[in-house]
T-cell receptor, first 109, second 115 residues
């Protein structure tokens, strides 16, 4: 079973920042927080990952709380092409990736 | 990021026939490949894990004699759905990772429709 909890769906206006929360209160010390997204009828796309520190790349920022029990994925300027299901995943890199139900993000024009 | 391809992208077959789906890592050597299945409006479900040169490890409830997996090289894994039935119609997605690499990359998926 997935060890993360995410809202089922969210809306965000185009051009605004999209903030997607994820709870992972049972995270282990060797587990990273990974985010993938799946656009309709495509395979999942890697977005970003982190262990303890906040991370930023060309796609998004990842904010992880100090106790590591929750995190937030931030898409700084959402576009219509960001409409997708976003998966927050805990992965220790030795084991397989298990997907939860994710958050269906709708970007509104 | 690294590229994983799948072929075919979609396939329609008759009930009782077998279908082979290929998964290739195009710019890296994948020591481990994974096969997932996704039904409409559901999340991805892991079917099996395969390491190059060894037998695949199947998840509970997945029939290994029905879903044959071969990982004969570091860049190619195949999934064969044997004696396909309409309930096998689904979106099949492979993923691959190289040893020591931080990220697992996913293919674009293969949509199978069994009539």
């Amino acid at each position: 079973d997935a060890k993360t909890t995410q809202p089922t769906s969210m809306d965000c206006a185009e051009g605004r920042a999209a903030n997607l929360p994820c709870n992972h209160s049972t995270i282990s010390g060797n587990e990273y927080v990974y985010w993938y997204r799946q656009i309709h009828s495509q395979g999942p796309q890697y977005i970003i990952h982190g262990l303890k520190n906040n991370e930023t790349n060309e796609m998004a920022s990842l904010i992880i709380t100090e106790d590591r029990k929750s995190s937030t994925l931030i898409l700084p300027h959402a576009t219509l092409r960001d409409t997708a299901v976003y998966y927050c995943i805990l992965w220790n890199r030795d084991d397989k990736i298990i997907f939860g139900k994710g958050t269906r993000l709708h970007i509104l024009p | 990021g690294a590229v994983v391809s799948q072929h075919p992208s979609r396939v329609i077959c008759k009930s009782g026939t077998s279908v082979k789906i290929e998964c290739r890592s195009l710019d890296f050597q994948a020591t481990t490949m994974f096969w997932y299945r996704q039904f409409p409006k559901q999340s991805l479900m892991l079917m099996a894990t395969s390491n190059e040169g060894s037998k695949a490890t199947y998840e509970q409830g997945v029939e290994k004699d029905k879903f044959l997996i071969n990982h004969a090289s570091l860049t190619l894994s195949t999934l064969t759905v044997t004696s396909a039935h309409p309930e096998d119609s689904s979106f099949y997605i492979c993923s691959a990772r190289a040893g020591g690499v931080e990220t697992q990359y996913f293919g674009p998926g293969t949509r199978l429709l069994v009539l």
